[in-house]
T-cell receptor, first 109, second 112 residues
């Protein structure tokens, strides 16, 4: 079967750095996506990785290792507004997104 | 503002009733999707459409139907609602099936 694993919840301090991990087992691989979802709102696109390595976009970076079936999202200089759920999704061989259950990130002052 | 709209925002429905959730996008995206999101679970694909005139089944299609008569609209119909269909429903679209998906604001549906 297809499976995406990510921690259910993480807590971090304002101004700090946090790394949210995602491991996957899917039928084929056509890229990995990270989305942010604030409570009661729609998911919004953060990043996309299809090749191994690090993609940096401002305070957010995303890393991919296809051989290990592993990705992480790194958030730097945390702000209170970063409190949200972070969703990892893999595009499989049928070009359908398989979603993790999401990681709820709590930021404390 | 360009994007995806969904209607209604929320709905309480009696079991056995028929319900259509509406989704419209103005980005001229070819592909559209319907997901449901339940607490503790990842988003699950219900139905999708890679281009106007075509539809396909996702992971959890039973009890739902869709149509794609034109590029902009992708309605989702529950023929006879059941309590297990209580969920938040998101519509999404992408330029092509391989591209990033963008989401509408969601419809919160409660079936009693």
């Amino acid at each position: 079967g297809q499976n995406i694993d990510q921690p259910t919840e993480m807590t971090a301090t304002e101004g700090a750095i946090v790394q949210i991990n995602c491991t996957y087992q899917t039928s084929g691989f056509n890229g990995l996506f990270w989305y942010q979802q604030h409570a009661g709102e729609a998911p919004t696109f953060l990043s996309y990785n299809v090749l191994d390595g690090l993609e940096e976009k401002g305070r957010f970076s995303s890393f991919l290792s296809r051989s290990k079936g592993y990705s992480y999202l790194l958030l730097k200089e945390l702000q209170m507004k970063d409190s949200a759920s972070y969703l990892c999704a893999v595009m499989d061989s049928n070009y359908q997104l398989i979603w993790g259950a999401g990681t709820k990130l709590i930021i404390k002052p | 503002i360009a994007g995806i709209t969904q209607a209604p925002t929320s709905q309480i429905l009696a079991a056995g009733r028929r319900m259509t959730l509406r989704c419209t996008q103005d980005m001229r995206h070819n592909a559209m999707y319907w997901y449901r999101q339940d607490l503790g679970l990842g988003l699950r694909l219900i139905h999708y459409s890679n281009t106007a005139g075509t539809t396909g089944k996702g992971e959890v299609p039973d009890g739902y139907s869709v149509s794609r008569a034109n590029t902009d609209d992708f309605p989702l119909t529950l023929a006879s609602a059941v309590p297990s269909q209580t969920s938040v429903y998101f519509c999404a679209s992408s330029e092509a099936p391989t591209d990033t998906q963008y989401f509408g604001p969601g419809t919160r549906l409660t079936v009693l």
